[in-house]
């Protein structure tokens, strides 16, 4: 089946520091989508892509999608303790109506 | 925006027992939700996919017959976890579609559910 492999798994960043995620799949997707879950919270959608590389940005945080559409990365700029949590890219795949979770990166801001 | 409850939030059964989980789509019509269920630090799992006025698609592990889903009306999903054992004990979650087009879905608050 359709594997999405999320790294790193773990992310210790200092407050107003940079970190990016990266969001792989072995197959070509129909789009890919971003979910922030907070400690004790249910998942959040923050963002689709769905064009071969598109960039779209949310105030500090850039989402881009590959130019194979089988990578999506996530960069957060200036790192803040809102932004504490738990970071998944879900796949849809081609022709497919499934989401396909990556096993996301946990995200831990030292103040 | 579009919302979707769950009920309950939590509950706590004791072994044997089967627990039902009601996920509705407040302001949108959803023909397809889904279930997922995560452990603690781990990732999303998908359980099956629920459609309205038909069967529901389970993933592949999944037992369908521990795990009864209905998708009665296009605003309601339940999932129904029968004889429930300790190791059922996870947060799931359902999330809807809008049926309105979007590849969005919208997840609700979770289910905990512990079983003793």
């Known amino acids: 089946g359709q594997q999405v492999m999320q790294i790193p798994q773990y992310q210790h960043v200092q407050e107003g520091e940079d970190f990016t995620t990266y969001c792989n799949s072995s197959?070509?997707?129909?789009?890919i989508q971003w979910y922030k879950q907070r400690p004790g919270g249910h998942p959040v959608f923050l963002i689709q892509?769905?064009?071969?590389?598109e960039v779209k940005k949310q105030k500090r945080l850039t989402f881009q999608f590959g130019e194979a559409k089988k990578n999506s990365s996530l960069h957060i700029t200036a790192t803040q303790t809102t932004d504490v949590g738990t970071y998944f890219c879900?796949?849809?795949?081609?022709?497919?109506?499934?989401?396909?979770f990556g096993g996301g990166t946990r995200v831990l801001v030292k103040p | 925006g579009a919302v979707v409850s769950q009920h309950p939030s939590w509950v706590i059964c004791k072994s044997g027992t089967s627990v039902k989980i009601e996920c509705r789509s407040l302001?949108?019509?959803?023909?397809?939700m889904f279930w997922y269920r995560q452990f603690p630090k781990q990732s999303l799992m998908l359980m099956a996919t629920?459609?309205?006025?038909?069967?529901?698609?389970?993933e592949q592990g999944v037992e369908k017959d521990k795990f009864l889903i209905n998708h009665a009306s296009l605003t309601l999903s339940t999932l129904t976890v029968t004889s429930a054992h300790p190791e059922d004990s996870s947060f799931y979650i359902c999330?809807?579609?809008?049926?309105?087009?979007?590849?969005?879905?919208?997840f609700g608050p979770g289910t905990r559910l512990t079983v003793l």
């Open positions: 999330s809807a579609r809008d049926n309105r087009g979007a590849d969005t879905q919208y």
């Open positions: 197959t070509t997707l129909s789009n």
């Open positions: 892509l769905v064009k071969s590389g």
């Open positions: 879900a796949a849809l795949k081609a022709a497919g109506n499934k989401l396909t």
């Open positions: 302001d949108f019509q959803a023909t397809t």
């Open positions: 629920s459609n309205e006025g038909s069967k529901a698609t389970y």
